[in-house]
């Protein structure tokens, strides 16, 4: 039941394209999107600067959108969600794994 509610109701995520090309021989998207930290304002204001904003990227076939799929109705094979490890400052290392699936008709 936990995910039935998902995104949590206020949260707000605001994409916009970072980078668009080719690369291994597939057209894709690269989106950033943006959030407040969900959590109530005493947390919030405990949190150090650098925790109250979260970040998320998703790597897409190169004619996708984020609402409307891919052009003539269908979509990707599938989604992976990968998770930050310890050390992972960035996205690098997440984007090395999701470009082999992309190839594979696989979102990230």
């Known amino acids: 039941k936990l995910f039935q509610t998902w995104p949590p109701p206020g949260l707000k995520i605001d994409y916009k394209i970072v980078e668009r090309g080719v690369r291994e ?4 998207s690269l989106w950033e999107g943006t959030f407040r930290t969900p959590c ?28 409307g799929g891919l052009p ?13 490890a310890t050390g ?16 594979q008709g696989v979102c990230s």
């Open 88 to 103: 992972d400052q960035g996205f690098s290392r997440r984007l090395r794994l999701a470009f082999p699936l992309l190839k």
């Open 72 to 84: 003539g109705g269908g979509g990707p094979a599938g989604a992976v969600v990968h998770l930050a």
């Open 25 to 28: 021989g597939v057209r894709f």
């Open 40 to 67: 109530v304002d005493r947390i919030y204001d405990a949190l150090p600067l650098e925790s109250r904003m979260g970040r998320v990227q998703f790597l897409v076939p190169g004619d996708m959108s984020l609402t």
